[in-house]
């Protein structure tokens, strides 16, 4: 089963600032196939990235993904105050889909 | 517009079995390119998935070797929904329960989610 690690575990940001989240995992992902997702008090997951780099449909450009192997990062460019929440990433390319621990992205 | 309505008790006796019900709406559950899966949420785990039906010319499931031995999801055609069955539970299956579909575009990911279903395991 491949491990995922977030850092850091609490991220405090302002609003317009700039967000950068990071995923390692336990052993190289096939295709960089590792997602993003937010998550806010009471409601179900929201698909933001996929394939390390790839926007899910409807989320704002402000929303970056990149990195290979076993180093991501999730950019938010500047940060509204929608934004902020619990950001999780999970590796999909291999059937034993693992997620990380989460990063909580609070307001300053 | 694709939706996932989840239904089922909140409160499970330990030994008993917990079962849920996903119903789907704007897809079908024998679409030939997604998957069907669940997925739950607990502090002490965080999120973890558990397994997954599917329909490629006949059906298939996936689970989760943390409970592959307890462990049953099913589709149903005719109501257009799939179900969770988890036997013999403990406290520690105490979690929020979400269904989800994994899209047929896109490799292995949740797009659409349920609303989830606080299971309390407790006597």
């Known amino acids: 089963e491949i491990a995922l690690t977030q850092s850091p575990g609490i991220l405090s940001l302002s609003p317009g600032e700039r967000a950068t989240l990071s995923c390692r995992t336990s052993q190289s992902i096939n295709n960089n196939y590792l997602a993003w997702y937010q998550q806010k008090l009471g409601q179900a997951p929201r698909l933001l990235i996929y394939g390390a780099s790839s926007r899910a449909t409807g989320i704002p450009d402000r929303f970056s993904g990149s990195g290979s192997g076993t180093d991501f990062t999730l950019t938010i460019s500047r940060l509204e105050p929608e934004d902020f929440a619990v950001y999780y990433c999970?590796?999909?390319?291999?059937?034993?889909?693992?997620f990380g621990p989460g990063t909580k992205l609070e307001i300053k | 517009q694709i939706q996932l309505q989840q239904s089922g008790p909140g409160l499970v006796k330990p030994s008993q079995t917990l079962s849920l019900t996903c119903t789907i709406s704007?897809?079908?559950?024998?679409?030939?390119?997604?998957?069907w899966n669940w997925i739950r949420q607990s502090p002490s785990r965080g999120l973890e998935w558990l397994g997954r039906t599917y329909y490629r010319s006949k059906w298939y499931n996936n689970y989760a070797v943390s409970v592959k031995s307890r462990i049953t999801i099913n589709p149903d055609t005719s109501k257009n929904q799939f179900s969770l069955q988890l036997n013999s539970v403990t406290p520690e299956d105490t979690a929020v329960y979400f269904c989800?579909?994994?899209?047929?575009?896109?490799?292995?990911?949740?797009?659409?989610w349920g609303q989830g279903t606080v299971v309390t395991v407790s006597s």
């Open positions: 704007g897809d079908s559950v024998s679409s030939s390119g997604a998957t």
């Open positions: 989800a579909r994994d899209p047929p575009e896109i490799h292995s990911v949740f797009d659409i």
């Open positions: 999970q590796q999909h390319g291999d059937i034993l889909f693992t």
